[in-house]
């Protein structure tokens, strides 16, 4: 058997593995594991295929680490607008009870508005900025 197909084998095995389990780091790999394949294919000698595999991989997989490194810090997913469609609706508060909750009807049912800490209760239109379980935390719009 060819060294290249060796080296193809072994990237369709670390592929799979790397469906089965979801993780990216994997696919790295496999992409190392392909350039040792191109190595033995132009003809390099096995330690060449071996280092070309080791240090694409390498290099494919600190890539990654630092370009998932980068991405934005994700919101807890009570804050998170693309989890929660209630963020970002605006709403009105025609009046604030004694302990700084609301009750409104939101959606067709009623629901307990809280204010943002630090905010002061009045009257008028307030944006949600989280949701609580069945707690609309709010801020002045």
């Known amino acids: 058997m060819e060294a290249s197909t060796i080296w193809w084998i072994l990237a369709g095995i670390a592929i799979a593995a790397e469906l089965l389990t979801g993780g990216i780091y ?5 992409t190392g594991l392909a350039a040792g394949a191109i190595a033995a294919h132009l003809g390099l000698g096995l330690p060449a295929q071996i280092s070309t595999a080791a240090i694409i991989g390498v290099l ?3 890539l990654c680490r630092r370009i998932r490194g980068r991405r934005m810090p994700e919101l807890p997913a009570a804050a998170n607008p693309d989890l929660n469609l209630d963020i970002g609706e605006t709403l009105h508060v025609p009046e604030w009870n004694s302990d700084g909750t609301a009750r409104i009807p939101y ?4 629901w307990t508005v809280v204010l943002r800490p630090g905010s002061l209760p009045s009257t008028g239109l307030y944006r949600v900025i989280e949701v609580q379980g069945n707690r609309l935390i709010v801020d002045k719009a």
Not at 107 to 110: K, L, V
């Open 60 to 62: 494919a997989v600190l």
């Open 26 to 30: 994997l696919l790295m790999i496999s």
């Open 107 to 110: 959606r067709g049912s009623q």
